[in-house]
T-cell receptor
Framework: EAGVAQSPRYKIIEKRQSVAFWCNPI?????LYWYQQILGQGPKLLIQ????????DSQLPKDRFSAERLKGVDSTLKIQPAKLEDSAVYLC??????????FGPGTRLTVT | RKEVEQDPGPFNVPEGATVAFNCTYS??????FFWYRQDCRKEPKLLMS???SGNEDGRFTAQLNRASQYISLLIRDSKLSDSATYLC???????????FGAGTRLFVKA
């Protein structure tokens, strides 16, 4: 069974630039999550989708972050404009309902 | 008070030792609980779910105390390969927002 795919794996941008991350969940997983993990901290949920719909985005900085999940499969997370404090690993995970979450390898973002 | 709190450690133990981690949560309506393991620069992976009656998987034992609102993870006969960060995860009864603790770092030394 193929795992959660994410791209790119690494990204370096300057502050005020924009960046987009892509995630392809495990086939059949209706629930998709985006997390931000800052070094030394646990993952922080940014947004959770159930199929096409947003279940929770209470911790998503909506003035600069946006996410979409078209056709209930792939998802993209965008940051525009980026700030220095956005440097982190962005993890995508998927699950069947509220069971075990399977994580992708993450995208390591550095904002300079 | 944080919604999920863990002792950040690090815990430094010799091989063969028994070590225990606790994780406290603030939302009494929390329903499901998990322990994840995260190796350095890798993604988190499920170690085990935590059931009300407690559960064991080889050298690992997880327990839930709803009255005191904490979960625990016990590792017996520690191996070098157990060195990692252990994250506790809480799912609330209502709503779907999953909350991760900050993690407890474990170093097992020869």
């Amino acid at each position: 069974e193929a795992g959660v795919a994410q791209s790119p794996r690494y990204k370096i941008i300057e502050k005020r630039q924009s960046v987009a991350f892509w995630c392809n969940p495990i086939s059949g997983h209706a629930t998709l999550y985006w997390y931000q993990q800052i070094l030394g901290q646990g993952p922080k949920l940014l947004i959770q989708f159930q199929n096409n719909g947003v279940v929770d985005d209470s911790q998503l900085p909506k003035d600069r972050f946006s996410a979409e999940r078209l056709k209930g499969v792939d998802s993209t997370l965008k940051i525009q404009p980026a700030k220095l404090e956005d440097s982190a690993v962005y993890l995508c995970a998927s699950s069947l309902g509220r069971q075990e979450q399977y994580f992708g390898p993450g995208t390591r973002l550095t904002v300079t | 008070r944080k919604e999920v709190e863990q002792d950040p450690g690090p815990f430094n133990v010799p091989e063969g030792a028994t070590v225990a981690f606790n994780c406290t949560y603030s939302n009494s309506a929390s329903q499901s609980f998990f322990w994840y393991r995260q190796d350095c620069r890798k993604e988190p992976k499920l170690l085990m779910s935590v059931y009300s009656s407690g559960n064991e998987d080889g050298r690992f034992t997880a327990q839930l105390n709803r009255a005191s609102q904490y979960i625990s993870l016990l590792i017996r006969d520690s191996k070098l390969s157990d060195s990692a960060t252990y994250l506790c995860v809480v799912n609330p009864l209502r709503g779907f927002k999953t909350i991760f603790g900050a993690g407890t770092r474990l170093f097992v030394k020869a």
